[in-house]
């Protein structure tokens, strides 16, 4: 029965080092049980002791603690992956929900794992007092930011702000959360880069959801043309031109306006709806540009170089006579 157990552990361990130390003390284990030495190893092993705050502890007593939380943890971790790939395929919850309920209950049951194993040892809980008023200091002055990302993961899920597949802009960074962790949110860009994000920085920074609400998004193009041309014709033959671009959707109409008297152009915006900015705003930009260049050379319609004038004077008669 011990031997299917320490084969049935090991296999579902994927860290080699973990894996290769719990064989080898479990077969340890087993052949101490075979010699018959139990009694004679658990003695030695208890004559090596030391006290902490008045509390024995022996080596005997630290090795029962290690297996115990191995095996609780590992039991706890195997239950909570297995409940957590249930919700991420519960299609009645919301994306955001699933992880928000998987990682508590991963959380719930790694604590008791701990509370269960140190308990069957034996070992007072209260003597535990001291241990995590030290760590609650450590926690205060060196742990700042984990926490804070700790707390921040929970107020993102909490609150609904980003779930994965939205597309968002944080900074410099566009692309789409592919999965939300406990420290961090993976977001991946169109070049296939992958951000792993601190959570604090969903929480103080500006970010924008693409889709929050939902996925429609409207695209400014600004482009000019030449003063020759007539601004009521381009801005037909623009909002015509659009049309043609697959991406951009019908049922929300495209308007192009004249907003400016430039150096050497007349200064237009057209304004566009698309319903999936998680596939890029830079290709349908270069599309629709495309589109009017297109339509704008079939009607002779110039999109002019910057120029300049210069107007040469006869100099004064002073500097002539000099």
């Known amino acids: 029965m011990i031997w299917l157990l320490i084969t049935v552990v090991t296999q579902s361990i994927r860290n080699r080092p973990l894996r290769r130390?719990?064989?080898?003390?479990?077969?340890?284990?087993?052949?101490?049980?075979?010699?018959?030495?139990?009694?004679?190893?658990?003695?030695?092993?208890?004559?090596?002791?030391?006290?902490?705050?008045?509390?024995?502890?022996?080596?005997?007593?630290?090795?029962?603690?290690?297996?115990?939380?191995?095996?609780?943890?590992?039991?706890?971790?195997?239950?909570?992956?297995?409940?957590?790939?249930?919700?991420?395929?519960?299609?009645?919850?919301?994306?955001g929900l699933r992880v928000l309920l998987g990682k508590i209950l991963r959380i719930t049951l790694i604590v008791f794992a701990l509370i269960i194993a140190i308990s069957s040892i034996g070992v007072d809980l209260s003597v535990l007092s001291l241990l995590s008023g030290a760590i609650g200091i450590g926690i205060g002055f060196g742990l700042q930011k984990v926490v804070s990302n700790f707390i921040s993961g929970f107020i993102i899920l909490a609150d609904r702000s980003i779930k994965p597949g939205d597309t968002i802009s944080l900074g410099e960074t566009f692309g789409w959360i592919n999965e939300l962790r406990a420290r961090f949110v993976s977001v991946i860009t169109r070049d296939g880069v992958e951000y792993l994000i601190p959570n604090e920085d969903f929480i103080t920074q500006q970010v924008i959801n693409w889709s929050f609400s939902n996925e429609l998004v409207r695209i400014e193009v600004k482009f000019g043309v030449a003063y020759d041309s007539d601004p009521h014709q381009v801005a037909e033959l623009a909002v015509e031109a659009i049309k043609e671009v697959e991406r951009v959707v019908s049922y929300r109409p495209s308007v192009c306006w004249l907003t400016g008297f430039g150096d050497s152009s007349l200064d237009f915006v057209l304004r566009f709806w698309i319903k999936d900015p998680q596939n890029g705003l830079t290709n349908i930009r270069g599309q629709v540009l495309l589109a009017l260049w297109d339509s704008f050379k079939a009607n002779d319609i110039r999109i002019p170089y910057p120029h300049r004038e210069l107007i040469l004077n006869d100099p004064p008669a002073s500097w002539q006579k000099e």
Do not use: H
């Open 21 to 95: 130390f719990i064989a080898i003390t479990g077969w340890i284990y087993v052949a101490i049980s075979i010699l018959g030495i139990n009694e004679n190893v658990s003695s030695i092993l208890d004559a090596a002791d030391f006290s902490v705050s008045g509390f024995r502890v022996s080596l005997l007593l630290l090795l029962k603690i290690s297996l115990m939380l191995i095996v609780t943890l590992w039991l706890a971790i195997s239950v909570g992956n297995f409940f957590e790939r249930r919700l991420l395929r519960n299609e009645d919850l919301s994306p």
